[in-house]
């Protein structure tokens, strides 16, 4: 049986804090778990947004989702996660008296945060330092009405806590004063709470309620809601049905924003929307985005690649961004040039600068690089490397071998007698140039792994790894096939980064800057073993991006 309206006024002023809530229930979930709201549910709430929204954001608060992150995780982690919360439930009263798990998880069921066009300024603050503040619908769901009408006996009786109601279409909007901002609420058909810093956003919720067009029903935005993305235990999902038109008008509605060129607009409208999702597997926290194309605009596609350069770089490789066809990407760059005049100079500028010294920065830089590609940092302290810890690593294969080689000549020519010695040494059966300082060793190496695969090295004992593997190769190491063996296949390359190695660097350089890295990032990098990131383009209308 529905409440009676004397309930539903008691409850509305109740539930002012709820603008709190969006931060609140990621941060509470992570560390306790939370209530129910699975992520099926953002069609129903999406149907209350406005249609005008740019985007909407939905959080689940299904407590079996949340839980898995329990596996995650250092105890020095969870321990400042837990300071947050402490201090989170501070921030939602007057007197202190309110708790996330005892007062709002009982009957919160899911989260839609939903940007509405930036309202617009008012005549005494037009000026042109003047910014627009975030216009931010949130839906919230009820999951237990006794347990919400609980909370607002006990918010009620709140110190400093002002409410001041008021009539819309028959609906009433709430407005409640306490410790920050006015908030405006209201409760529609017992099962949503609808809150924001704006009135006009509440009002806009009712006339959507009451049948005006909404998000749910927006041009792109159903199949985006219905089908989200595929990650399991879903925590969160965003959704961007016009990407391009979103960030022009958020652009265009803030004064302090440079205003996009035309090129650059021509480049986003690439993009016709967007769906990405958050989730926790058995094995860590994933991301997954799908991006719908214009295939009419779209000038280039990531080919997908076998990954087999990865095979080159050894197991202790800190991090490595793979793929294939440099090429291809550089012969779009070009083409979208054309477009943009300032891109179309400095290409001139570089290409005149390489003629100087006969090289022609279309064929003999990028020309050959047709094939598998891997760019590596390697840990390693020795020779030019003994102050930064890590060199760098390139490879190439490519289907044109005496191109790359009369480059590469080319620069061994040019760099001699700069106080560089350019020698052949010979590591692990493989012919390696070196470019050697003095009293310092090889700055630069390179060679040939195999007839179709070039390797350039920074720093000497870079070098002697690539040429002269004797331990397991990365693509064989346990944490890059934990980082990794679960991402989408086939794709078109990796971005990887080996958190340990990584964190360790980055703790020395902090000490030798007498800038220590605080404990709260120390303790969130140390519960993270590794990244990695994939992207793939099923066809020329669809983009997808996953990181683990």
């Known amino acids: ?58 959080i689940s608060t299904d407590p079996t989702v949340w839980a898995k992150l329990e596996q995650f995780g250092t105890p020095e982690a969870q321990k400042i996660v837990a300071k947050g919360l402490e201090d989170l439930n501070k921030s939602l009263s007057t007197d202190n008296s309110i708790s996330y798990e005892q007062d709002l998880k009982p009957w919160v069921g899911g989260v839609m945060i ?6 617009t300024v008012k005549p005494a603050q037009n000026t042109p330092q003047a910014s627009q ?16 009408l609980n909370f607002a006996t006990k918010l009620k009786g709140q110190k400093d806590l002002k409410t001041k109601e008021t009539d819309y279409k028959g609906e009433k909007i709430i407005e409640t004063v306490g410790k920050s901002s006015p908030t405006y609420t209201a409760i529609l058909n017992n099962t949503y709470v609808v809150s924001a810093t704006e009135k006009p956003a509440i009002e806009s919720a009712i006339d959507t309620f009451k049948g005006q067009p909404s998000f749910a029903n927006k041009e792109g935005a159903n199949s985006l809601l219905s089908q989200g993305v595929n990650v399991e235990n879903t925590v969160a999902q965003i959704y961007v049905p016009d990407y391009a038109g979103m960030v022009q008008q958020v652009i265009a509605t803030n004064p302090q924003a440079a205003q996009l060129p035309p090129q650059t607009l021509s480049q986003l409208k690439q993009v016709k929307s967007m769906v990405a999702g958050i989730g926790i597997d058995n094995v860590g926290v994933r991301m997954k985005a799908t991006a719908k194309l214009d295939p009419q605009l779209v000038k280039f596609q990531y080919q997908n690649t076998g990954s087999k350069v990865v095979s080159e770089f050894p197991a202790d490789t800190m991090a490595i961004i793979s793929g294939q066809g440099i090429s291809s990407w550089w012969t779009t760059v070009v083409e979208q040039s054309k477009e943009i005049p300032e891109l179309k100079q400095t290409l001139e500028t570089a290409r005149q600068q390489l003629l100087l010294v006969n090289i022609d920065l279309d064929k003999d830089v990028f020309g050959w690089m047709d094939r598998e ?22 490879v190439f294969q490519t289907g044109d071998r005496k191109t790359a080689e009369g480059t590469l000549s080319k620069l061994d020519t040019l760099v001699q007698g700069q106080s560089v010695n350019i020698a052949k040494r010979n590591i692990g059966g493989k012919e390696v140039t070196e470019w050697q300082i003095p009293k310092q060793g090889a700055l630069l190496s390179h060679g040939w792994l195999n007839q179709d695969t070039l390797f350039v090295a920074i720093g000497g004992p870079v070098a002697e790894m690539l040429a002269n593997r004797t331990g397991p190769s990365l693509d064989n190491s346990a944490n890059f096939q934990a980082v990794t ?60 991006v996953e990181i683990y």
């Open 485 to 544: 063996n679960t991402l989408q296949k086939p794709n078109g390359g990796y971005f990887y980064i080996d958190m340990d190695k990584t964190a360790s660097l980055l703790n020395r350089f902090a000490t030798a800057q007498q800038q220590p890295i605080p404990p709260e990032a120390s303790a969130i990098m140390s519960s993270i073993r590794g990244l990695g990131m994939t992207a793939t383009s099923p066809d020329k209308s669809t983009s997808q």
């Open 133 to 148: 503040q975030s216009n931010v619908l949130m839906v919230v769901g009820i999951k237990d009405k006794i347990q919400a």
């Open 1 to 58: 049986m529905p409440e009676s309206k004397s309930k539903n006024n008691f409850l509305i002023p109740a539930i002012g804090t709820a603008v709190v809530i969006a931060g609140g229930v990621a941060a509470y979930m992570y560390f306790k778990g939370g209530p129910q709201g699975n992520v099926s549910d953002a069609l129903n709430a999406a149907k209350i947004v406005p249609d005008e929204a740019l985007m909407a954001t939905y």
């Open 373 to 394: 590609f891997g760019i590596a940092a390697i840990p390693s302290n020795q020779g030019v490397l003994a102050q930064i810890g890590f060199g760098g690593a390139f």
């Open 114 to 119: 939903a940007l509405l066009p930036p309202n």
